[in-house]
């Protein structure tokens, strides 16, 4: 069994930041894509950002040049540093990682920890 563990999540005035980790532990062979989604209250999830395992990274348009994430794989964790926050980034982050661990290839989620900001 594979568990993501998520912290760093908080309240924080707008233009502040914060930084968010997401460590995956269990029996892990490898992790592919791993990446940060976000929920406000009465919307979709969606993808904020995500990386390979190669480093590649993608971010959906409203977060570039604020957000950066990045990862360590000797330590199966991901990181997401939010700078310049925005009340409108409030919501609950999760992490989310492509795990491959011994025959199975399988998505894993973190609970999610909460991100307020503050006008």
């Known amino acids: 069994q594979v568990q993501l563990v998520e912290s760093g999540g908080g309240l924080v005035q707008a233009g502040g930041s914060l930084r968010l980790s997401c460590a995956a532990s269990g029996i892990i062979f490898s992790i592919n894509t791993m990446g940060w989604f976000r929920q406000a209250p009465g919307k979709w999830r969606e993808l904020v950002a995500r990386?390979?395992?190669?480093?590649?990274?993608e971010y959906m348009d409203s977060v570039k040049g604020r957000f950066t994430i990045s990862r360590d794989n000797a330590k199966n964790t991901v990181y997401l540093q939010m700078n310049s926050l925005k009340p409108e980034d409030t919501a609950v982050y999760y992490c989310?990682?492509?795990?491959?661990?011994?025959?199975?290839?399988?998505?894993?989620w973190g609970q999610g920890t909460q991100v307020t900001v503050s006008s």
């Open positions: 990386i390979t395992s190669g480093g590649g990274t």
């Open positions: 989310n990682a492509d795990v491959v661990s011994g025959t199975l290839y399988r998505d894993y």
